[in-house]
């Protein structure tokens, strides 16, 4: 009879069955866009077998299983079900209500488990906690989803967040798991673990987060029609959401706003038609953000995008006027700027910050209008005798805010002159200060450091030397003097090579300070003196028995770290070739160094090891694509750029990243392109739009590919955008707010020239120029871009008038190396007057030889003359030079690398691109 009865309820239940799968098919087609309803689809790049039946057939087959006979078939079922989860749900209700008491109570059963969210491997010691996850308020819930997270129970708390109905709740389980979620993804992924990766995304949510990662995944791994063709049939915002993700992803800027649009976020596809092309909706919309004098600038630069210059000049006025708790001069001062108020900006610079205006004035090479602000009559000589003199007598009587003020003062002074060439006349405007300082024993030692981090480090070994002849140094403060000058090592190994240094031989304490001095290339050394003490220093190393091991490798690497403060990279790779061996140190900077310097054959075995070893390091697989491509293994190079595009998971701060290696290493148009799907994919909710900003300043700052492929309206756009993002910033210099106002209206001038509107663009082109009348910028884009594109008589003008300027500083300051540089880089690049421009240059490397940036300004006065052949060889004596020897003007690391990466693209500029055209 049990048999009997047995059999019909099977039968009974195969019939109900059919009904309950049809019942649950329905239910699931209807669903908008969620994580159950896209399980079934979610597959890794290559796809793993399918189950044979289709979810509703084998939910439907699985609620007959739990009133089975067999115990554990009845458990299997139950475990299968509940990792189904809620796809699961209709048709256990179903189940829940039927005759077969069995069946019912474990549907039921798991409908409880299920609707609270509890996973089917939840750990026993969690259970409690989740059972009472939903009677608790918001913070007794953050308490629950912290306590499963020391668990390690991240996949639960993301299943709670995922069934709260409350957003914050949603919010904080994604930023709590995704730490832990994103290294198990990207593991995963680098180890080919498809399962594992098809079963974290289908796990996803439907935060901005996840949906960014799991289009990101789909796109990767060629399924992106397939997703798409499934998501056109989903009604909804959340499904319209779902698709304006994949379009992000895949760089459909078009659909991405279109569907922005459906999912009514507006604010995003304002943003998004930013990159396309199109600023103006969202800088309307963001007019009215913000406190009142916000809402000022924001009027001012729409005044001007509109054309209205007489409103916008009088609306310019009107800042005192603003009825604002706070308003701050150089917040005012910026906000004019940008939107092109050059003199009235400026005004209210000097009004309120004279030491800002001092720097503006002397960056933007007026060195008369900085003297001014000092108080300096016109004129007045160097030293100016008299203004220090009085400086000197005010900072004895003054108290501690008088002599800030006034000291500071004298250095800034001191250091115009020696930036200009007047290194004695510097000296002699700071000596009585610091004479006075070093008898009060009172703020010498500050103001030594000043100089040392102000660019004027051999005044102040200079000075440290007197303070020597003097006889009241003992060797305690004598080893603090090497200490700062030496302040880039480590105080162990500082301590350690200057007691070495000083028990070498019975150099005096004077010689000791040079020596120092030079190796760290604060010192000019047109004798290169600092070779030769480093070469003794390493045949001491090689002597037998000389050093014990300890202090051998000691010494091994203060001397590289030396080669690295002077900037000696190629000393610095000898040494790595032949103390790597031995030194940790040496070890862990060789990829590093031999990266940076494009050394794509020696630095590649390094990055392959590296990507075996550590195949979720998506940087070091960006940086091997790189070296691949540039060894022509494009096809492996490809593989590789893919398994980092994978790797990130359409993290815009990684593929930011990304572009910034593609850029340095010359690959303009893929770093931009990189650049724009990252600011796609960036957020663009929140207020702050952090990594939006960010990518919108790298494209607004390296708009090369932009200008080459003509696409004006783009670099219009974005340029514009950054003018704003500038007046959200909090502490952005006046001077570069003027040159993101030039930019804009040189981008804005250009698009109008292409689009015919030449009256207009004209006059945009000329504002443009006048924010920056002087300054080498122009040089590198404005009049290579006008030479042949405007009238002659009107690019003539334009050119002689900001020439004109910089001549005037050469007269004023002959031996300013960096006036006479960039005379010759605006001539040059403007071809025009490249007999004087072979002049300048020449006295600006005469002045500094080992100037990497002025070897490569004589390199492009001699390609506008034509003759391609010098200009390689003096960019080859440019590159050289980068990594040379600082001698006395010693930079940091990240900008030696950058220097040099763009001097071997300018190499490839003087070896590939045509020749200027000789007319004009």
Known sequence: MQRKFSYFKQAHFQSKARVLCCLSWLVISSLPYSREASAEAVKPPQDVPARDVEPASLVGQLVLQLGDES?????????????????????????????????????????????????????????????????????????????????????????????????????????????????????????????????????????????????????????????LSKAEGLLGKE????????????????????????????????????????????????????????????????????????????????????????????????????????????????????????????????????????????????????????????IKKGDADVRKKLSKEVMMLSHFLYSRGEGAHGSDVITPMMTLFSSENKDWDEHIEAMLLGGMESMAIDFMKQRLAQGDVDQDELAKMAGKILKEMQPLMRDFFWDYLSKRKGDTNGALLDQVGLLAGLLPDPEDIAAKIHDELLLEIGEEGALADRNRIMLIDALFHLCIMRNDLGAASKMIDGYADVSNTLRSAQVDIRYNLLRWEQVEPALAARAKNQPDDHKNLIKWHITLQKLGRNSKSQEVFDRAMRLCLGNPGNLSDYGEYLYAAGYERKATE????????????????????????????????FYASGDWQKAWSISEVFARFIMRSSSVSTRVALKARYQAEFCHGMMMLNQGSTKEGMRRLEAARKMIPADGALADDFFPALRNKIPAKIYNRWFDESYAHILEVCKDYPQSHNAHNTAAWLASRAVRHLDEAHTHAQKAVALRPNQGAYLDTMAEVWFAKGKREKALAWSEKAMAASISNAAGSPRGLRLVYANYQQLNKQYQHFKNDPLPMKAR
């Open 71 to 227: 115990f554990e078939l009845r458990e299997y079922a139950m475990a299968e079900l509940w990792k189904l989860g809620r796809v699961a749900l209709p048709t256990l209700r179903l189940a829940e209500a039927g005759d077969d008491i069995e069946a019912s109570e474990r549907a039921s059963e798991l409908i409880h488990y299920i609707s609270i969210g509890l996973l089917y491997d939840c750990p026993e010691e969690a259970k409690g906690l989740v059972m009472k996850f939903f009677q608790h308020t918001y913070d007794g819930k953050v308490i629950i989803l912290h306590k499963l997270m020391k668990l390690d129970l991240w996949k639960q708390v993301l299943n709670l967040g995922f069934f709260d109905s409350d957003p914050n709740i949603k919010r904080f389980t994604v930023s709590l798991t995704w730490p832990r979620l994103q290294s198990t993804l990207t593991r995963a992924i680098a180890d080919n673990a498809h399962q594992q990766v098809g079963e974290i995304i289908s796990m996803l949510g439907d935060s901005d987060l996840h949906m960014r990662v799991k289009a990101h995944y789909y796109i990767h791994g060629n399924q992106l029609d397939k997703e």
């Open 239 to 394: 499904a319209a959401r779902w698709r304006m993700w994949l379009y992000r992803c895949s760089g459909n800027l078009e659909a991405s706003i279109r569907e922005a649009e459906n999912a009514s976020q507006n604010g995003v596809a304002d943003l998004l038609r930013v990159l396309d092309g199109n600023a103006l909706p969202w800088l309307e919309r963001s007019a009215s953000e913000g406190d009142a004098i916000y809402r000022w600038g924001c009027k001012l630069q729409q005044l001007r995008l509109d054309g209205k210059d007489a409103e916008a000049q009088e609306e310019s006025e009107k800042w005192e006027a603003i009825e604002a708790a706070d308003v701050k001069l150089p917040v005012v001062s910026r906000y004019l700027a940008v939107n092109g108020f050059r003199e009235r900006s400026l005004n209210v610079l000097k009004t309120s910050d004279a030491n800002a205006a001092f720097d503006f004035y002397d960056l933007a090479e007026m060195p008369k209008q900085s003297l001014k602000l000092l108080g300096i009559v016109d004129n007045a000589k160097p030293p100016y005798v008299d203004w220090v003199g009085e400086r000197i007598e005010q």
């Open 674 to 705: 990189l650049w724009m799907r990252a600011a796609m994919m960036s957020d663009l909710v929140s207020a702050d739009l952090d990594d939006f900003v960010w990518l919108v300043t790298l494209l607004a700052s390296n708009g090369q590919h």
